[in-house]
């Protein structure tokens, strides 16, 4: 029979199943195959922190979630409008996000008394009139595969281990993907065993003809191309892209790179992924633990190496006294925060926004330093690259914040032009005879760097204070003093160098919304939508934490109300008050996902339709907003 054919302009498509089904596996070649074809794309893997949580479990259920269309895409999608469930866990954990109305494929296997009582089903899902207000197709997958296979020789246990592509293969007809991207994974995934390339190529074209000729399916969906910026594209996660930042910083700094890192989540992509460019001269060091990790690094900015540690919140929380001795030397140095949900170990795999406050003052003495924040995937290339140059120029340790979303998230990344990008200076001491340590550039106020082998440059090194210009140990309470203000003074001074906050909407009014970090990509869809409805309101997004643009405090001054949104309960907010005395309004969410633009949009909404209120809040209303999931 005909299929029908259906234009739209984004999609948002959910693979889930257990943490041992290949649905990580399965939505990165997805989200892969709809950049290839010429979408843009935001993704999500969402997967439990056990290496392999119990089979047939809720918790145990691991999920990848791609947003993809014809339209600028900046988060991972609301709703779903695509569930892909290999079982009943999945199914009951991720029916919710399913929009009406749509469609939802589920392997039948999946839903035997064992995995409906794990699941805590009293009586089978597929049976439930619930489901009616979605399009269900509930296939039997073995059995679907034992037909295409039919006419194949190869052991059943490898054909059962292609579910997830059968799948996959299902969703592609449905979308009317290519399958060359994916066929050219298998076979260089797997060069070298010719019966899996063939089980799996063989399984993905065979979910395709499944629902090609299976008149259940009746309609395909055509997603058009993005118009993006002409340019050369790839699909990025946060995570490649601070790797490749800190590879592009060391060239364009002419300085080896040296990265010393611990491997925790959700930060060791960096490390795997900077142990590919050797090739560009990169040494890295996988260490006995986060202390050994910074210092290293901290050795190797001593040695005259661009340097970088990486870790997430547990593991900055153990670097803490080695940044303190990084800031007291004045050494150049790169801390990656890709933050996670805490306390403690807390969700290993899910994301907060929650460790601003610790970049910020976690650290005993007064340890001034620079803290930045990338505003999405592609954006953690900008910012280290900015990182780079701030802790070459100020002589000082840097803190990049990412987090688990964009660190692991993906989405299209524009190729620079390595060579039109600005060459990064190092503050190298170029003259024995007049050679002090702490004598600074009058401008930066950083001091000279002199590393091991300059002759006539030698110098103490260490966390004792040191004496102005010398560089001597000193006890002298004036100078500590000095010292201290010195430091302050020449963090404080980076707002000179950075560039001012821009506004979108109206240059003053009534409200703005004010985002950082990863709250940007669902910041700014609630912001738009909110504009095509017809309300007055503004955005601005904060890629500075410390020190904060100059004219921050200008532009909060020109709003009525500023609302925050944030993964935290409201640190930006608290440094905010106390900085400026303005009142702000936070929207916070604690629940290791990001936000959705509709919970942003529905909470400003109720905001906008306050008008009678010009002052808000006053000092008896609730400043926080919270987020009713």
Same mark, same amino acid.
């Given at each position: ?443 930066? =106020?950083? @001091?000279?760097?002199? $590393?091991?082998?300059? #002759? +006539? ?6 966390? /004792? !204070? ?114 400026? =005395?303005? @009142?702000?309004?936070? $929207?916070?969410?604690? #629940? +290791? ?6 919970? /942003? !949009? ?28």
């Amino acid at each position: 029979m005909d299929k029908l054919i259906e234009h739209l302009e984004e999609v948002t498509v959910r693979f889930a199943g257990d943490s041992g089904d290949g649905m990580q596996l399965i939505g990165t070649q997805f989200s892969d195959t709809a950049g290839f074809a010429g979408n843009e794309v935001n993704t999500f893997p969402d997967y439990p922190s056990e290496i392999r949580a119990p089979e047939g479990t809720l918790y145990g259920v691991s999920a990848f979630q791609v947003h993809f269309g014809s339209k600028h895409i900046t988060t991972s999608g609301d709703f779903v409008d695509v569930l892909v469930a290999m079982n009943a866990a999945s199914l009951k954990v991720n029916l919710a996000q399913v929009r009406e109305g749509g469609i939802v494929i589920v392997d039948r296997e999946g839903f035997d008394d064992r995995n409906l009582k794990l699941a805590g089903y009293a009586r089978n899902p597929l049976e439930d009139v619930g489901l009616a207000k979605n399009h269900v197709f509930a296939i039997d997958m073995s059995k679907e595969l034992k037909k295409a296979f039919i006419e194949v020789e190869l052991p059943s246990k490898l054909i059962q281990k292609t579910r997830n592509i059968f799948a996959l293969g299902i969703t592609y007809w449905l979308f009317n993907r290519p399958l060359d991207p994916t066929v050219s994974w298998i076979n260089k995934k797997f060069k070298g065993k010719e019966d899996v390339i063939l089980a799996n190529a063989h399984a993905l074209q065979g979910g395709w003809n499944f629902a090609e000729k299976n008149p259940d399916f009746r309609k395909q969906y055509v997603i058009d191309k993005s118009k993006l910026p002409p340019g050369k594209y790839r699909s990025i996660t946060g995570n490649q892209a601070v790797a490749l930042g800190l590879v592009v910083a060391a060239t364009k700094a002419h300085l080896p790179l040296f990265l010393g890192s611990y491997p925790i989540t959700p930060a060791t992509d960096i490390l795997h992924a900077i142990s590919g460019y050797k090739q560009y001269g990169v040494k890295h060091l996988q260490a006995e633990d986060e202390i050994a990790a910074i210092t290293s690094a901290i050795g190797a900015a001593f040695g005259g190496s661009l340097a970088v540690t990486t870790t997430s919140g547990p593991g900055l929380s153990l670097k803490t006294e080695a940044i303190g001795l990084a800031i007291m030397t004045e050494l150049p140095l790169i801390i990656v925060d890709v933050q996670r949900a805490g306390p403690s170990t807390g969700l290993p795999t899910k994301t907060e926004q929650s460790d601003l406050m610790q970049a910020m003052y976690g650290r005993h003495g007064e340890a001034p330093m620079p803290v930045l924040a990338a505003a999405s995937s592609a954006d953690c290339f900008n910012m280290t690259l900015e990182a780079a140059r701030i802790a070459l120029k100020y002589m000082t340790p840097v803190m990049l914040l990412t987090d688990g979303y964009i660190g692991q998230a993906s989405e299209p990344w524009r190729i620079p032009d390595v060579d039109k990008l600005p060459d990064i200076a190092p503050n190298f001491a170029a003259d024995p005879s007049t050679f002090k340590p702490y004598v600074r550039n009058p401008e930066t =106020l950083g @001091r000279l760097w002199a $590393i091991p082998g300059m #002759q +006539g440059m030698e110098h103490r090194i260490g966390g /004792l !204070e040191k004496e102005d210009g010398s560089g001597v140990v000193s006890h002298d309470p004036i100078n500590h003093q000095k010292m201290v203000e010195l430091r302050q003074k020449k963090v404080d001074g980076i707002a000179n160098d950075i560039p001012d906050l821009e506004v979108m909407g109206e240059p003053k009014g009534d409200l703005l919304l004010l985002s950082w970090g990863s709250t940007y990509g669902a910041a700014k869809n609630a912001y738009e939508n909110l504009r095509s409805q017809g309300h007055k309101l503004s955005f601005g997004h904060l890629r500075y934490l410390n020190p904060f643009p100059k004219n921050l405090g200008d532009v909060l001054h020109r709003f009525d109300r500023v609302v925050i949104p944030e993964l935290n309960l409201g640190q930006l907010k608290n440094l905010i008050q106390a900085k400026y =005395l303005k @009142r702000v309004i936070g $929207i916070n969410k604690v #629940q +290791g996902k990001p936000f959705k633009a509709i919970e /942003l !949009e529905e909470k400003i909404s109720v905001l906008l339709t306050m008008t009678n209120i010009k002052k808000w809040p006053s000092k008896k209303s609730n400043l926080d907003i919270p987020v009713d999931l």
